[in-house]
Every structure is written in C-alpha cells, then in structure tokens.
C-alpha cells in the first residue's frame, strides 16, 4: 500500500521504536511507516488503516505492538475476533494487562456479555491504571445492558469517577454512558442532567452529548443545504403556477407544447451516527 512521502516512520512513539529495533533498519524503517498510517487513518477510514496493519503484520508478526496496532485497526472495523486474537498475541509478548478491556469488549462484540462480565471481575482489573479500570467498568455497564439488566448497568456505572468534578480523559464518555443509560430507563429529567455534565467534560468533542440534551430539549436542527434547496424548489413550483394560470387565460394554440410537471431538483440526503 503506498505510503505519502511526508512519513518518515519517526512519528511512532519511542516504546514502539524500542520494540523496531529488534528488526534489521529497514524492515524497521517499513514496519514504522505501516504503524504511523494505521495512526492516522483509523478515525477517518477504518478499512485502509486495516489494511496498512495486514501489511505491518506481514512484516513484523512477532513485534508486539504491531499486534496490538493490528487488533485495534480490526476492531474499529468490528472484526472482533480477529481483533480478539491479536489483542491475545499482544498480551502474551508484552505481558501487560492494558488490553484487558479491550478483550472484554471484543467478547460483547462477539455476542458473549456472560464473558465479558466474568472478565470484569477477573484479578485482571486490579492491575489496571485508573483509565482502564473506568474503561472496564464501561465495558461491563454495556454488557449488562447487552443482557438486557438496565438497572445494573446503571449501577456498575456508579462510581467516584462518576461523582468526582475534576475532568479526566475518560469523564466524558463516562457520564455520557450513564446519561444514556438514564435516558433509556426512562428517567429523562436525570439523563438530561448527565448530558449536560458530559459537555462540560467533552472540550474535543468526543460524544454527541449536545446533540442528545438538544434533542431533549425538543430543539431540531435544519441542515442549510435541505433549506436552501426547499427554497429553489418552492420558487420553481411558484412559477410553474404562474404560468398555469397565465395559459389557462389565453387562447389555447393550436398545437399546445408539453410540460413535464413532474421533475423534481434533486435533494441532498443527510446520513445519519
């Protein structure tokens, strides 16, 4: 797959450059690139950071965070057991637990919540930094609700993280989580408390929390390009009007030219998340 001239490989982090230097330069230098891409695509398109990680697994299939880099590109395209068992691999070189989350969420992925759960009490957890213990308990929350056990989802989601009003990395997704499992036990005037919460912690925009709380709110946003071509529309129908009228008042010709009434601008459609 080609590589933009602009990377260099360099851009990788240094722990992961640690992990390269077990390979000749080279393949080194490749392996880095395909790594850098997998980085730079996987929000955008899921599909070619996939396919940048298969080239750096090629290459590379015993360094580690190339199968960590592998894992998480087949999970954003919810390949979950592929991403399951790279994310396996990883963990068995590395002998971390960092990816134990992640692992759990594959097994919600795969339709196994009962496996989830039961990694979530797993001693596991314990090792965890205080980031992936709050990633953990919002894996379990939505396993819980997975199985259809709304009350205990929202319970797993209490916790001093929740309650605490210093804003962390993760304090915007999880009150959001809890807002929307509020939301869905049909406790409105509390879920809209928490999405209010969550765009206060949500400064990069992460979650769609303001569009929830608006939606709440009963307010409804009208895409400019819709308007617009409602406009042109109606000024078009306006005029075909005009001059109906204009026609039925004159003396009819004696070979009267045919309209087609029925086209219609075409309208842009707006995708929905």
């Known amino acids: 797959m080609p590589i933009p001239e602009d990377v260099t490989g360099e851009e990788i982090d240094s722990d992961v450059r640690q992990e390269l230097l077990s390979l000749p330069k080279g393949l080194a230098e490749d392996v880095a690139k395909n790594l850098v891409m997998v980085a730079k695509s996987i929000d955008e398109d899921p599909e070619l950071a996939y396919g940048y990680s298969k080239v750096a697994l090629r290459l590379a299939s015993r360094v580690g965070a190339v199968r960590e880099a592998a894992g998480f590109a087949a999970y954003a395209t919810q390949r979950y057991s592929e991403a399951l068992a790279e994310f396996r691999a990883a963990r068995r070189m590395s002998g971390s637990v960092e990816l134990w989350p992640m692992m759990a969420d594959c097994e919600r992925g795969l339709g196994r919540p009962e496996k989830a759960l ?3 009490g797993a001693p596991e957890v314990q090792k965890l930094d205080k980031a992936g213990q709050v990633e953990m ?3 379990a929350a939505g396993a819980r609700r997975d199985m259809g056990q709304l ?3 929202i319970v797993t989601l209490q916790s001093p993280e929740l309650a605490s009003s210093s804003v962390q990395p993760w304090t915007a997704r999880l009150r959001y989580a809890y807002a929307d499992a509020l939301l869905a036990a049909e406790r409105e005037d509390e879920a809209r408390e928490w999405f209010a919460k969550a765009i206060e912690a949500d400064k990069d925009g992460s979650t769609d929390a303001s569009d929830r709380l608006a939606e709440l709110d009963g ?4 895409d400019a390009f819709d308007e617009d071509d409602e406009d042109v529309e109606g000024d078009g129908d306006e005029a075909q009007s005009e001059a109906g009228d204009s026609a ?3 003396p009819a010709p004696a070979e009267a ?5 029925g086209a219609d601008d075409d309208r842009p459609e707006r995708a929905a998340e």
């Open 118 to 120: 039961d990694m979530a």
């Open 137 to 139: 308990r919002l894996v």
């Open 151 to 153: 009350d205990a989802a």
């Open 219 to 222: 307010v409804e946003f009208v």
């Open 248 to 250: 039925s008042t004159a």
């Open 257 to 261: 030219e045919q309209r087609d009434e």
